[in-house]
């Protein structure tokens, strides 16, 4: 039967009249509620605190500061804020680029804080406080490493030093060596920091090494890896038949990821050393200048890739023509059996690349790296 139009308003109607009703509210609220603004509290030189002024502040933004280069932890806004204050390390001096930032962008243009004669005058705000350094980071790092390398794609005869398994496709080493880094100018949380770092490779050809004994204590120690550390380590350094030496200066300028699990610093390096073969007429240079990254933090921390060019007398004489790609993983075996949290697998390959057709390298390294500051702490 059909519906009575005088019963009553239909569904449809009811819908349009609530939305024409509802829009002007809607429209209402968002003209009541002006956009939150920020600004900086004028400057002076000498000041040691920096106050961010709040506009219409919405609760949960992320305020912070970057002055120069170096950017202030972020503070979060609560209802009611006003103004949020930051303290810093050094005070302000002429000339310095200071603005504010909120969840992480910029939302004012720098602001220049004046000379005295500017409107620059008065007393400095605030105290400056030096950042805690009791508990940074020791700027000095060293460790052990144990591990094999396998020195595919090498030359089988370079520099005298003749392969016992030439014309196979795979040579392998047993090597041991010793790592540093020393951070000679910066802090933990410097923006820009230099390090040292040093490295010695020897190595002891896996066909040199008799593991045929039928009384496995007749048999070197490296024949096992359950053999001591230390003894492992005394036999690759009395029969070594290759050493290599180099010392880099790392200089880390950028990082990638700040306040992420895996953070990464960006760096420039120069690598200097060399190589020495058993029975070579002589040492044989081998230098590159490379760019990279390198895990700050997180499970990785240590990792890195760099990319560069060099020499390496090695195998083209004094071209610098050469391509270095160095990449290395490393992780903790902490939670590995019967292994402590001094020690770290490592996994790198090291590609030295003529470009032409000279001879190439492809090397793979893997083993364990023993930080020497925790081994030998009580």
Request: proline share 7%.
């Amino acid at each position: 039967m059909p519906r009575d139009r005088d019963a009553g308003a239909s569904p449809w109607t009811i819908a349009f009249v609530l939305i024409a009703l509802a829009g002007p509210s809607q429209a209402t609220k968002a003209v009541a509620q002006p956009a939150s603004t920020l600004t900086l509290k004028p400057m002076k030189v000498g000041d040691c605190r920096v106050v961010v002024q709040l506009t219409n502040p919405r609760g949960g933004d992320a305020i912070g500061i970057v002055i120069e280069q170096t950017r202030y932890p972020e503070q979060t806004v609560i209802a009611g804020d006003s103004e949020l204050s930051f303290g810093l390390a050094i005070p302000l001096r002429r000339g310095f680029r200071v603005r504010a930032t909120r969840n992480g962008e910029d939302v004012l243009p720098d602001v220049v804080v004046p000379a005295p004669a500017d409107g620059g005058g008065g007393a400095p705000e605030g105290l400056c406080t030096q950042p805690d350094r009791a508990n940074e980071d020791s700027p000095f790092d060293a460790s052990a490493y144990l591990g094999t390398v396998v020195d595919t794609f090498a030359p089988d005869s370079v520099g005298n030093y003749k392969n016992p398994a030439a014309g196979t496709d795979q040579k392998l080493r047993k090597i041991f060596g010793i790592d540093f880094d020393y951070r000679a100018a910066g802090h933990d949380d410097s923006p820009v920091q230099l390090w040292i770092n040093g490295e010695t490779l020897h190595g002891v050809r896996t066909a040199d090494i008799d593991c045929s004994a039928a009384d496995a204590k007749n048999r070197p120690p490296v024949c096992s890896n359950s053999s001591p550390f230390p003894d492992r380590a005394k036999y690759i350094l009395e029969h070594a038949e290759s050493l290599e030496a180099f010392v880099s200066p790392r200089l880390e300028f950028a990082t990638l990821q700040k306040g992420t699990e895996a953070p990464a610093k960006v760096y420039v390096t120069t690598r200097l050393g060399f190589i020495a073969l058993e029975q070579a007429p002589r040492v044989f240079r081998s230098f590159h200048t490379a760019v990279g990254l390198l895990a700050d933090d997180g499970t990785f921390a240590g990792s890195y890739v760099e990319v560069g060019v060099g020499k390496n007398e090695l195998f083209s004489g004094t071209s610098w023509r050469r391509i270095k790609i160095d990449g290395l993983l490393s992780f903790s075996l902490e939670k590995a059996l019967r292994i402590t949290d001094s020690g770290r697998f490592f996994v790198e390959m090291l590609i030295d690349n003529d470009l032409r057709d000279g001879a190439d390298s492809v090397q793979t390294f893997f083993g364990v790296d023993v930080d020497l500051k925790k081994a030998f702490t009580p």
